[in-house]
């Protein structure tokens, strides 16, 4: 992007109002203000009111271009019947951001230097209260900020469903460079198809080397404009305040490429960005209005929570009547506490509010069910139902080396069935991050050399997660090769199936060494695989190959039974071994 015209402030002219607040909305100093108005012919001091006519010459004066308010839905009777699609009543919506990056590398400091520096004057008494998202208002531009920084909420919302970011804000410190959440931030980025400004934040300190980070982004195809790429880069310190009005500048030209618009007349609609329950008033909600305008009295339903609007508040804690599109606002009234990613919506009464309610919640419930859960195996019924031809990875590996090892071969896989792309790569442990990511994103986790903590494992198992961990890349690549063609057989994984003890050793004449054992745990299979264990160390690995019960051959004994086992090619039992045998089972999917 080229850096465009220093963004022309807007004021929004909503009725009469002092000059003061004229001033703070246009984001102008109060006596370039007053000064205006004397060469007008106006003489005014900063706490006089001016009617809208004037309001709007000062304005004009000042540089500034005047927002008409819109009209809701008192002047809008028919407001429920007016639909979204009418692009004639879709109106610019203030760009919703979430800030990310690596822990420490200042975004939490960064939202508060945003959030300091940028209260309007009208807002000053208001204190900025915790409702999970901000509104900033910058040169008479709004802008709001989703509150937790991170990519966690971020990807959980996606995972269920809700975008609500418009641009992302990726952070990170010019004294520590690119660090392994950088580049998880970047895959989720990536993911979600949302454009990023990359914050170069800390470049007061004395080891801050802002070329690095742009070289290193840059390795990961983040290219800054001076360097022949299309990422805006910044350079802040959130700790002094430099840059971040460039920063906003920033995000207010990409947001105006975006062109962001809603209906602001139609009945509202949003997502649920954070839930609690306050003891005092019941469920409390914050909800982005995403299109349209929520107002008190209005009937609404979220996950399976419904209610009336009782009140609406905004980051400031003030008491709201209705709020538009873009607005973070908390809602009190619901019957139970929803949740983070939930959708919201007005519904015309509180009964249709209900049945919505139940219809969503059980649409979703059938949803989960027959969610698609992405699986290797299921891949070629779905290429051949047409229901995707893409098949996407997030890989996660032992060491560096093996993640570039399998980038150039899974890169370099031709299949014509399927179109394989790499969302995310890290060095580590399979974590709930990469589940929650491929489940937003309906991937399949690769695990090379590395497996899934119990977070990830637990996490997979809800979100139907395929999790496939490997220790040979060309496993890897026979893997997706067969599934793309449908010929991959279940995932078998050898599991413990019970163990015996040895308690005296028989040798029969053309059989070799007999154990006499009884079974302690599980079942002895016939034919299963055995490891013959002495001292805690595996001495032999081999098959049953006769199993008896007195003079009977059994196909199995239990724990808590005495048995005769043979183990192929093993004549070396002694008293006190340990038989542990292990049957092949098909696994689903890590459990
Ligand atoms: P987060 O984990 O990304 O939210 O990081 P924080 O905002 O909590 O910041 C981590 C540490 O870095 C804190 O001690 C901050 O005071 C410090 N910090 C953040 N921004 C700056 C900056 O611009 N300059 C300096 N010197 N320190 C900063």
Redesign the pocket.
Known sequence: MRRGPVVQPKVLIDGPMTVKELASRAGVPMAAAVKSLIGMGIMATVNQTLDVDIARRLAAELGATVEEPVKTGEEHPERLAVQEKTSKFLRGRAPVVTVM????????????AIRKSNVAAHEAGGITQHIGASVVNWQGHRIVFIDT??HEAFTAMRARGAQVTDLVVL?V?ADDGVKPQTLEAISHIRAAGVPMIVAV?????PGADPDRVKRQLSEQAVTAEDWGGDTVFVN?????G?GVDTLLEMIILISEMQDLKANPLRPARGTVVESKLDRGRGPVATVLIQTGTLRVGDAVYAGASVGRVRALFDHLGQRLDQAGPSMPVEVLGLSEVPIAGDPFEVAEDEKSAREKAVQAFSERRGDQAARPSVSLEDLYSKLKAGETKDLNLVVKADVQGSLEALRSTLGNLSLPEVRVSILHTGVGPITQDDVMLASASDAIVIGFGVRPDPNARRVAQRERVDIRTYQIIYEIVDDITAAAKGMLAPKMERVLAGKAHVRAVFQVPRQGSIAGCYVTEGKIVRNSEVKVVRDGKTLYEGRVDSLKRFKDDAREVAAGFECGVGVDGFNDFAEGDVIEAYIMQKVEREA
């Open positions: 990056g690596h822990v420490d590398h200042g975004k939490t400091t960064l939202l508060d920084p991170g952070v410190a934040n800390k470049i007061d300190r802040v310190s959130a700790l002094k430099t």
